[in-house]
């Protein structure tokens, strides 16, 4: 009898396919393996870690070059609008086509921008637009390849469900010490020039396609999750995809409409720490270029052992505990650095403000991991990281709107509506997750790797 082709349910049950212990074919037909720690963790690393050094290269660039505090958050601004703008068609994509074949396309486009760039650089060194355009072409990838890292970090949740708060611990210690050690790195090339940054950034951006190249796109046999029923959980999942579609989740249910506001707010007073840091260390303090890498190595250890506290305290406590001690520090310490009238106190709170959003990154993870349905992952996802990324360029905006004397007041006015915000979301997130348990429309099937279950608390 000749074997059942894809998706079918002609299989016999408890059979187990061979082709799923070594990999799979994505819809490309393209063979590939299930991601697995071993694997995920490298690739998110080498991503995270580009997107964090253009985000911050390409206006560091445009600071050194123009010496206008106006014109780098302008062109932080733009970079964002288009990450932005990418994210609901992201969601689709990986949906879709599977995390490793965005991951692989979005690495070969950095590379091949920054190889020109680089070219440009070497004959020109002065051309900082030149750079803006490269952060516009990063920006538009960097945003699909994280959506794809979800993807990923829901896999391995899906095998084992009680490892949820470890796994997103990990991931978001890699993110967090993506985001400090990448503008760290940023600003150390920098003195070296513009065109050995964009030569490490594209290196990574390549390592990124290599790391990828294994990576299969959605598993799609019984063989993947070991388990009777999976395809038939995947013939039964809504065929309504997309963005949109998440949005419209994200309204229904108060767990994430708070998670979003909540990250939208520390979002806010992240991004107006880190696009005026830079010109108040300069212009305001006087400090030499090295003093920023400086703030952004000292954010990076605070970040650190803000996602290690967050982690253990999330396996003992309450997740309502572990926010509320977690945003009270980011709160005070936003206050702290838009009333700072001397460098060691401006210095100490802006670095508290970059490492204790680690802390915030792992509480609010986790309850999205546990609250995102499974139906349409990627795009309820896609929806809540939309949402709450819009302050970035919002941020850029501002930092380019204000005068430069008046950069402490923006960075206190930031603090004052993260604070309100979080406080008001935060009072009835514990409650909306414990009372609005994950909504389904189809009774509970034993769900494939690239699906979260929901299963397990």
């Known amino acids: 009898m000749p074997a059942p082709r894809h998706g079918s349910h002609r299989g016999q049950p408890g059979q187990r396919d061979q082709r799923g212990q070594r990999g799979h ?38 600071l050194h070059a123009t010496g206008s505090a106006a014109w780098s958050g302008l062109s932080f601004c733009v970079e964002w609008v288009l990450r932005l703008a990418v994210i609901p068609h992201a969601g689709a994509l990986v949906d879709r086509l599977g995390p ?77 010490a993506a985001r400090m050690a990448g503008p760290l790195l940023a600003s150390v090339l920098l003195l070296a020039g513009s065109a050995v940054a964009v030569a490490a950034i594209t290196g990574a951006s390549a390592l990124v ?42 309204r229904r249910r108060p767990d994430l409409r708070r998670v979003a506001a909540v990250y939208s707010a520390s979002n806010l007073l992240y991004g107006v720490v880190i696009v005026a840091a830079p010109p108040l260390l300069l212009k305001r303090y006087d400090c030499p270029p090295t003093a920023v890498g400086v703030l952004w190595a000292c954010g990076f250890c605070l970040s650190l052992v803000g996602v290690a506290l967050a982690r253990r305290g999330l396996e003992r406590y309450e997740p309502d505990r572990v926010g509320a001690g977690a945003f009270a520090v980011l709160s005070l310490a936003g206050f702290a650095a838009g009333t700072a009238r001397s460098l060691p106190v ?5 670095a508290l403000v970059l490492g204790t959003l680690g802390a915030v990154q792992v509480h609010l993870r986790t309850i999205r991991a546990r609250a995102v349905p499974a139906q349409n992952y990627g795009g309820v ?18 930092v380019a709107a204000a005068p430069a004397g008046r950069l402490p007041a923006l960075v206190l006015l930031a603090a004052i509506a993260a604070t309100t915000v979080n406080a008001a979301a935060l009072r009835g997130l514990g409650r909306a997750v414990r009372d609005h348990p994950p909504v389904r429309d189809h009774p509970p099937v034993p769900l494939p790797s690239f699906v979260p279950s929901q299963e397990q608390p």
């Open 381 to 398: 996802t896609a929806a809540v990281v939309l949402t709450g990324l819009l302050p970035n360029p919002v941020s850029g905006l501002l």
């Open 25 to 62: 074919r994505s819809r490309s037909g393209r063979r590939g393996h299930a991601p697995t720690p071993r694997r995920a963790y490298p690739l998110r690393a080498a991503d995270a870690l580009a997107s964090s050094a253009t985000e911050i290269a390409v206006p560091l660039i445009v």
């Open 100 to 176: 490793g074949t965005v991951y692989r396309a979005a690495g070969a486009v950095r590379t091949v921008a920054g190889v020109a760039l680089l070219a440009v650089l070497i004959a020109h060194p002065a051309a900082w637009w030149c750079a803006a355009g490269f952060g516009i072409v990063s920006g538009l990838s960097f945003e699909s390849t994280f959506i794809a890292a979800e993807s990923v970090g829901a896999q391995l949740g899906a095998r084992e469900p009680e490892r949820v708060p470890r796994i997103q611990a990990v991931q978001t210690a890699i993110d967090e």
């Open 346 to 350: 401006f210095f100490v709170s802006a």
């Open 209 to 250: 396609t290599l790391l990828a190249w294994p990576l299969g796109g959605r598993p799609t046999s019984a063989s993947a999750v070991g388990a009777e029923g999976a395809v038939a959980a995947v013939a039964e999942l809504p065929t309504e995809t997309g963005v949109l579609a998440g949005l419209a989740t994200v």
